[in-house]
Each structure stands twice: as structure tokens, then as C-alpha cells.
């Protein structure tokens, strides 16, 4: 069975500093994806990032990048440049692979709180 | 450019009633998800289906049921509520297995 382990329930960081939001998963599957998404306090759900366990270069999105770590299964998240905008929940998710009952399943989360 | 509607966007229930959640999407996916939030939890799956007509078990199914007789649409339902049942629900598709999901605004219900 896979897991998602988010071991950090709350971060503080300082306006325009970098931060690093912890994710491990556990899984026997060589094939998977990994997905980063925010839940500001009006409760919607935001996709910011995707990993594919075969994908060699770390991805990134604007001032979000993952930091894959295959041999370590971990998919850690970088906001680099932290802006008040995104103080919230940050969830990391994952999905087995193609051909097999998909299940997209999530982490307990990190609240991230950004202060000037 | 809907997405993913989830009805209604609250509800109070009083033990023992059931309801039934609905879930459309209209960006043809073929994977949809039921999730309860409960703080400190994350996002725990209910059930989910990978296509019409299909349905499986999440972590925690005991107590709902699901039905998926058309694509874009995941019904939700609780036969008998619980206040254990109070969170709130969000509802999710997703094109394949490793595209983003699509989240409906989610359904905060209270059992009582």
C-alpha cells in the first residue's frame, strides 16, 4: 500500500525567504507521480506542482520547485521567494501507476505561515 | 468552463437521515474521487471510480456508498448519518492517473 508522510504540521517562514515543505512516501511500485497542492483559508484546493517517478530532472513551476530524491522517496517542496499569498495548507499527494486501480492519496498536510 | 461542480455547498443532518452528494464534472476525465477533510487528517479517500460504471473502496468507506452511472457524474451517498460523518467532502477528477485533479469547492456537512 502506498503513504504519504508530511512530518512538519506547521512552518513559519519570513517574507522573501525560502522554504522547504518535507514529504516522504512509501510505495513498491516503480512507476507513480507525486503532486504538490495549496488550500488557502477559503478551501479550495490548488494544483502547483507534478513529479513523475521517471522523470530525471526536478520539476518546477514558477517559484515552486520539487526536489526528488527517488532513492530516498522523497518529494520535498521549494517556495523560494515566500510571499504573504501563500500562507496555507500544503498537501502532497500521490498516484499509482497506469494500469492499475488508481488511487490519488494524500498527506495530513503542513500549515505554512508566512510573516513579514 | 464549470470543472468540477460539487451540490449542495452545506447541509445540517440530524442522525439517522441520509443524503446523497453530487458530483459533475464536464472535462470528460475518467477517474473521480470522494475525500472527507478533518482537521489534523488531510485528505482521506472514501471511494473512487475509474471510469463509468466502475467503483472502488478508499480508506475509509464504511458508511457511504457511491455510484457512478454516468461519466461525469459521482454521486455520494450516506444511508444513515453519523456525527462522525460531520467533515467536509470534496469531490475530485482527474484525466488520467498522472494529470492534476480538479477539485470541486467541497461540501461542509454537519450531523447532528
Known amino acids: 500500500a502506498q503513504k504519504i508522510t508530511q512530518t512538519q504540521p506547521g512552518m513559519f517562514v519570513q517574507e522573501k525567504e525560502a522554504v522547504t515543505l518535507d514529504c516522504t512516501y512509501d510505495t513498491s511500485d516503480q512507476s507513480y507521480g507525486l503532486f504538490w497542492y495549496k488550500q488557502p483559508s477559503s478551501g479550495e484546493m490548488i494544483f502547483l506542482i507534478y513529479?513523475?517517478?521517471?522523470?530525471?530532472q526536478n520539476a518546477t513551476e514558477g517559484r515552486y520547485s520539487l526536489n526528488f530524491q527517488k532513492a530516498r522517496k522523497s518529494a520535498n517542496l521549494v517556495i523560494s521567494a515566500s510571499q504573504l499569498g501563500d500562507s496555507a495548507m500544503y498537501f502532497c499527494a500521490m498516484t499509482r501507476p497506469v494500469g492499475t486501480a488508481s488511487k490519488l492519496t494524500f498527506g495530513t498536510g503542513t500549515r505554512l505561515q508566512v510573516t513579514l | 468552463n464549470a470543472g468540477v461542480t460539487q451540490t449542495p455547498k452545506f447541509r445540517v443532518l440530524k442522525t439517522g437521515q441520509s443524503m446523497t452528494l453530487l458530483c459533475a464534472q464536464d472535462m470528460n476525465h475518467e477517474y473521480m474521487y470522494w475525500y472527507r477533510q478533518d482537521p489534523g487528517m488531510g485528505l482521506r479517500l472514501i471511494h473512487y471510480s475509474v471510469g463509468e460504471g466502475t467503483t472502488a473502496k478508499g480508506e475509509v468507506p464504511d458508511g457511504y456508498n457511491v455510484s457512478r452511472l454516468k461519466k461525469q457524474n459521482f454521486l455520494l451517498g450516506l444511508e444513515s448519518a453519523a456525527p462522525s460523518q460531520t467533515s467536509v467532502y470534496f469531490c475530485?477528477?482527474?484525466?488520467?492517473?498522472?494529470?492534476?485533479?480538479?477539485f470541486g469547492q467541497g461540501t461542509r456537512l454537519t450531523v447532528v
Open positions: 513529479q513523475g517517478s521517471y522523470d530525471e
Open positions: 475530485a477528477s482527474t484525466y488520467t492517473e498522472n494529470t492534476e485533479a480538479f
